[in-house]
């Protein structure tokens, strides 16, 4: 009874060094430093789409871009996410066909082209990229984004969290930064944003 009672106050203990740790990368940067941070997003990006093909930003161009950083393991922030991006582009009707909305992992061992497809049927209209470590790096970094695999839990070492910073960017028909929205934004908002960009167009300039 006592180590079952041990084990339950150890996963206790390492999810609250888990939240401590996101909470810290958010509180990092100032909101100063975050919008001249912002101002260096470049949005580019060399990746693997869901069916396997090698997908670089310019393959998006002429669409609004949704862009979001995450893992299909992750337990709550990521699906709060994709589901506002689901109701979201629901909300935009036609206009949906105008953006390109994507999930990208930060955690390429084992979000596999195959598992992205499974894990994002349940989210239309939301493709899931990923790449080998160094590539999946480097996007993150044009996009300011932190994430941090930890130790596994336990003796499976497949079982692991991977704490990461969490936004939605919308980027404008050429990939550049048009704003970043909080990840606990609600869907009304997103799409009304999104349509502050379809149109009218000069809004991007």
Known sequence: MSVIKERHEDKEA??????????LMFMAVSPAA????????????????MSGRTVTDEMYRGKI????????????ICPTILNTLSAALEQLG????????????????????????????????????????????AAARNFKVRY??????????????????????????EGNFLARMPHMSAPDR?????????SPRKAEE
Not at 34 to 49: C, I, M, W, Y
Not at 151 to 163: I, L, N
């Open 94 to 137: 036609p206009d949906r066909a105008k953006v390109a909305t994507l999930f990208i992992s930060v955690d390429p061992e084992r979000d596999t082209p195959a598992h992205l497809k499974e894990y994002l049927n349940a989210f239309p209209d939301i493709t899931g990229l990923s790449g080998t470590p160094e590539q999946v790096a």
């Open 65 to 76: 871009r949704l862009v979001t950083f995450g893992y299909t393991f992750c337990p709550d």
């Open 34 to 49: 975050r919008a001249q941070e912002d101002n260096k997003v470049s949005g580019r990006f060399l990746l693997t789409d």
């Open 190 to 198: 997103v799409a009304d944003r999104v349509r502050t960009y379809l």
């Open 148 to 173: 941090e695999r930890q130790k596994p839990e336990g003796d499976d070492p497949k079982v692991y969290a991977v704490d990461h910073s969490a936004s939605i960017f919308i980027m404008d028909r």
């Open 14 to 23: 390492t999810e609250m060094r888990r939240f401590l740790l996101i909470l």
